[in-house]
């Protein structure tokens, strides 16, 4: 943004359909984000047909399934500028 001139100090941005992947994941319940993160790309190949070295992965928890002992997390990963 620095380059921009603007003074803004924060963006939005938004990315087309077809380089995005996101998938609703269980994951074992009180789990860390650190721990979570580290989860997710140790699995990501499972649900991402890119190659991870061209993907920027990112998450978000979305809370306990009812009646278990695990929760949901929702993962995004996004090719690169120029793979798609």
């Known amino acids: 943004m620095g380059r921009s001139g ?3 100090r924060r963006a939005v941005a ?3 359909g077809s380089a995005v992947i996101t998938k609703t ?3 074992p319940a009180g789990l860390s984000e650190v721990d979570i993160e580290a989860q997710l790309i ?3 190949d499972q649900y991402i047909p ?3 070295d061209e993907v920027a992965i990112d998450f978000e928890t979305l809370g306990p ?3 278990h002992r695990q929760s949901r997390s ?3 990963g996004c ?3 120029g793979n798609y």
């Open 6 to 8: 603007t003074k803004a």
């Open 25 to 27: 994941i269980a994951m």
């Open 79 to 81: 090719l690169s500028s």
């Open 42 to 44: 140790l699995e990501a």
């Open 14 to 16: 938004a990315v087309s």
């Open 65 to 67: 399934i009812s009646g």
């Open 74 to 76: 929702r993962f995004a």
């Open 50 to 52: 890119y190659p991870l």
